[in-house]
C-alpha cells in the first residue's frame, strides 16, 4: 500500500516545479502516477507540466477527460482553456476560462488566460474586463483586497481613500502605491501616476506592471523618448506581449520613428489580425507617414471587425478627403439608435455621421449631428471660459512692457526654435508644412514641452505659496537660462535632420507667450490666425483625441478666441514685431508673397520648395495632415458660411473680435 503521506508531498513539491522546472515536475509526477494512476491532482500537474513543455496534444489528451470528470475544478478548467488556447480554439478556450474564473474568482492566470483569449478574438472590451479582474486577483495583501475590489467596480473614489488612508501607515507599501498610481492613470492624472510609479519602482525595482505602467503615463504625456527603453526591457523578458510591444509603437510614433513604429504595427496584425484596435492605430501611423489608401483600408478593416466601429468611422471622417456611401451612413445611423452603445463610439458616430452629411449638402441634419456629438462629449471635458480669461488677464499684468525691458539679458542665447501658435483649425499646419520645406527647417510635431514647463513652474509656485505666472518676477536670468536650454534638450529626440531650426507646432502654446518670450528670447514666434467663424466652426465640428475642451461649445469657443485675441494684441504691444502673424485667407489668395514675408521674418532666404510645400514628404499627424499635401485650395475657406444660421452664440460670444480679428 502506498505511503499517502509521501505521495502528498510529492504531489505538492511537483505542484512547486511547474513554474521553472517543468521537465523535472513531469518526471517526479510519473512517480506518483504509477502508484496513483488516477490520481486527479497528478494529472493535472501532468498536463500542465507538458503543456508547458510544448507537447500541447499530450497535454489535451489527459486534460479533456479531466476537465469533463470535474467541471466544478477551477484549476482543472484553467488548464484546459490554456490547452485549448495554444491550440488556437479561442472559442472554447473561453468557455472554460470563464467556468474557471466563475468558479474561483481570485485565480489571476485564469484572467490573464481569459484576457488574452478575448484580445486575440478581437473582443477588446471583455479582455480589458478581464485584465481589471486580472489587477484585481494579484492583489494578495488582505488590506488591500478593499481597494483592489473598489478599484476593479470602478469606484475610484472610494479606492483613493482606502489607499491614502493605509499608506500613511505604510509609507514604503509599493504594492499600495503601484495600486494609487492606476487610479491615478485612470482617472487621466498622467504627471501624478508618472511620479507614484517612479516612487513604486524605487521600491520594488523588480515590479513589471509598474514598469509598464509608467511607460504608458509617459506616453499618455508625450515623453516617448523615456518610454521606450523601458518598453524595450520588459520585451526582453516577454517578447510576445502584445501590450508592451502595441504602446512601443506608440512611443516610436511620438518621437518620429515612423518605420519603427510600422514594423511593430505589422507584427502585431501578423500575430492578431481580429484586433480592431491595432488596425486603428496602424491606419493613424499610416496616414501621418502619408500613405493616405492604406489608412483608409486599415480604418475600414477595423470597422469591419469591431461590434461599435465609432473611432474606425470617425477616423475616416476625420482624414477630411473621404466619401462615405449610402451603405456607410445607414450602418452609422444604426450604431447611433443602440441604446447599448458606449458614450466615446456614440460621439464619434455623431461626428461622422455630422462629416457625411455635410459632404452631401444636408447642413441641418449635419449640423444636429456635430451639436449632439459636442453635447455628449462636453460633460467629459469640463472647462472653465472664466478661468482662462482670468489667465489671460494675469499674463497681461505680469508681462508688461518693463518686465521685458528688464531682463534684456534673460533666457537661452539660441534661435534654434520657430514655434507656430493659435488656435486649432487656423491653418498652423499649413505654415508649418511651408516652413518645413527649406532646407534649413526641420517640423518636428505638436511638443508638450513648453506646456510641461510651465505646468512644473506652477507646482513649484504653489509649493512656495505663490501664484504663477506672477512667480515669474523671482527667476533670475541663469534659471531663465537654464528653462531655455531644458526645452532645446529635451525636444531633440524629435528632431532627425541636420537642419539649424525646427518647429513647435503646439497651438496652444499662445497662453504660455509670457515664457516662451523669457526663456527663449531669439526664438521667432507666429500667429496663425483665421476667420473666427472659419476657425470657430472648424474647432467645434472637429472631436480631438484629447484637449481643446473649450471647443465643445459655441459660446466657450467664442470666448476663446476673444481671449486669444486679447492677449495677442497685448504682446503686440509690449514687444512690437516679436510675433509674426499669418492670415490664412491671405495666405490662400497671395502665397507667394506671404511665403516670403514669413521667410524674411524668420532670417530665412526664400527657397521655391517652400511654395511647392506640398511635394515636402514628411510625417504630418495633424487632422490637416491630407489638405497640407495637396496644393493651396480655396473651397475650405467660407464652408462655416453654409452653417451660419445655427453659428448665433458663436458670434454674440466673439463680440468686437468678430470685426477686429485682424487687427
Same mark, same amino acid.
Given at each position: ?157 472610494? =479606492?483613493?481613500? *482606502? #489607499?491614502?488612508?493605509? !499608506?500613511?501607515?505604510?509609507?514604503? @507599501?509599493?504594492? &499600495?502605491?503601484?495600486? /494609487? $498610481? +492606476? ?9 501624478? =501616476?508618472?511620479? *507614484? #510609479?517612479?516612487?513604486? !519602482?524605487?521600491?520594488?525595482?523588480? @515590479?513589471?506592471? &509598474?514598469?509598464?505602467? /509608467? $511607460? +504608458? ?9 523615456? =518610454?521606450?527603453? *523601458? #518598453?524595450?526591457?520588459? !520585451? ?11 504602446? /512601443? $509603437? ?10 519603427? =513604429? ?6 502585431? !496584425? ?394
Amino acid at each position: 500500500m502506498a505511503d499517502t503521506s509521501f505521495l502528498n508531498s510529492a504531489i505538492e513539491r511537483a505542484a512547486t516545479l511547474l513554474g521553472a522546472q517543468p521537465a523535472r515536475a513531469e518526471h517526479e509526477i510519473a512517480a506518483v502516477l504509477k502508484a496513483l494512476p488516477n490520481d486527479p491532482r497528478a494529472l493535472l500537474i501532468l498536463a500542465s507540466a507538458r503543456r508547458r513543455l510544448g507537447d500541447i496534444k499530450g497535454a489535451r489528451v489527459i486534460i479533456e477527460p479531466l476537465a469533463k470528470a470535474y467541471p466544478r475544478a477551477a484549476r482543472t478548467q484553467y488548464e484546459y482553456g490554456a490547452v485549448l488556447a495554444a491550440l488556437g480554439d479561442t472559442s472554447g478556450a473561453t468557455a472554460a476560462l470563464r467556468q474557471a474564473t466563475s468558479l474561483n474568482r481570485d485565480l489571476p492566470e485564469a484572467w490573464r488566460a481569459l484576457g488574452d483569449a478575448l484580445f486575440l478574438n478581437g473582443d477588446v472590451v471583455q479582455a480589458d474586463a478581464a485584465y481589471a479582474e486580472l489587477a484585481r486577483a494579484s492583489v494578495t495583501n488582505p488590506a488591500l483586497k478593499p481597494a483592489a475590489n473598489a478599484i476593479c467596480a470602478g469606484d475610484l473614489d472610494r =479606492a483613493d481613500a *482606502l #489607499l491614502r488612508a493605509y !499608506l500613511k501607515q505604510h509609507l514604503d @507599501d509599493a504594492e &499600495a502605491t503601484r495600486m /494609487l $498610481a +492606476e487610479i491615478a492613470l485612470k482617472a487621466m492624472r498622467f504627471e501624478d =501616476a508618472e511620479v *507614484l #510609479l517612479e516612487r513604486c !519602482l524605487e521600491l520594488q525595482p523588480g @515590479d513589471e506592471t &509598474a514598469r509598464f505602467n /509608467l $511607460a +504608458e503615463a509617459l506616453v499618455r504625456q508625450q515623453k516617448g523618448g523615456r =518610454a521606450i527603453p *523601458l #518598453l524595450q526591457g520588459l !520585451l526582453q523578458d516577454d517578447a510576445a506581449n502584445p501590450a508592451y510591444r502595441n504602446l /512601443l $509603437a506608440a512611443a516610436y510614433g511620438l518621437i518620429g520613428a515612423d518605420d519603427e =513604429a510600422l514594423g511593430v504595427y505589422e507584427g502585431l !496584425l501578423a500575430d492578431f489580425p481580429k484586433q480592431t484596435g491595432i488596425w486603428m492605430n496602424y491606419g493613424h501611423q499610416l496616414r501621418a507617414v502619408g500613405r493616405t489608401t492604406d489608412a483608409m483600408t486599415a480604418y475600414r478593416r477595423s470597422a469591419a471587425l469591431s461590434r461599435a466601429p465609432g473611432d474606425a468611422f470617425w477616423s475616416l471622417a476625420n482624414m477630411k478627403l473621404a466619401r462615405f456611401s449610402d451603405e456607410d451612413i445607414a450602418v452609422m445611423g444604426e450604431q447611433a439608435a443602440r441604446i447599448d452603445l458606449m458614450d466615446d463610439d456614440r460621439v464619434q458616430i455623431h461626428y461622422a455621421l455630422g462629416k457625411a452629411l455635410e459632404d452631401r449638402g444636408e447642413y441641418a441634419a449635419s449640423f444636429e449631428h456635430y451639436a449632439t456629438g459636442a453635447a455628449l462629449r462636453r460633460p467629459g471635458r469640463p472647462y472653465s471660459a472664466d478661468e482662462t480669461s482670468a489667465r489671460q488677464k494675469a499674463a497681461a499684468e505680469i508681462f508688461a512692457a518693463d518686465f521685458f525691458a528688464e531682463r534684456t539679458a534673460f533666457g537661452a542665447d539660441t534661435d534654434e526654435p520657430i514655434f507656430v501658435i493659435g488656435l486649432p483649425r487656423a491653418g498652423s499646419t499649413l505654415v508649418e508644412q511651408i516652413l518645413a520645406s527649406h532646407s534649413s527647417v526641420e517640423g518636428t510635431m505638436e511638443l508638450p514641452n513648453i506646456g510641461q514647463i510651465a505646468r512644473d513652474l506652477e507646482k513649484a509656485a504653489e509649493a512656495k505659496g505663490e501664484a504663477y505666472p506672477f512667480s515669474l518676477t523671482g527667476l533670475d536670468a541663469a534659471a531663465a537660462a537654464a528653462l531655455g536650454q531644458t526645452f532645446i534638450d529635451d525636444t531633440r529626440v524629435h528632431r532627425h535632420l541636420d537642419r539649424p531650426r525646427f518647429i513647435d507646432k503646439m497651438p496652444n502654446n499662445f497662453l504660455h507667450l509670457g515664457l516662451i518670450c523669457l526663456i527663449l528670447p531669439n526664438a521667432k514666434i507666429i500667429d496663425a490666425r483665421r476667420h473666427p467663424l472659419g476657425s470657430g466652426f472648424s474647432a467645434f465640428k472637429q472631436h480631438f483625441a484629447q484637449g481643446q475642451a473649450f471647443s465643445y461649445d459655441l459660446t466657450d469657443i467664442g470666448r476663446y478666441y476673444r481671449d486669444y485675441v486679447e492677449v495677442m494684441r497685448h504682446f503686440d504691444h509690449v514687444l512690437p514685431g516679436r510675433i509674426h502673424r499669418v492670415i490664412y485667407e491671405d495666405m490662400v489668395e497671395d502665397t507667394e508673397t506671404e511665403v516670403r514675408r514669413l521667410l524674411d521674418y524668420c532670417g530665412l532666404p526664400f527657397e521655391d520648395a517652400c511654395l511647392r510645400f506640398y511635394e515636402t514628404n514628411r510625417t504630418v499627424r495633424t487632422v490637416s495632415s491630407e489638405q497640407v499635401r495637396r496644393p493651396i485650395f480655396r473651397e475650405g475657406i467660407d464652408q462655416w458660411r453654409n452653417f451660419e444660421p445655427w453659428l448665433g452664440p458663436l458670434k454674440a460670444a466673439l463680440g468686437p473680435a468678430l470685426e477686429s480679428w485682424r487687427d
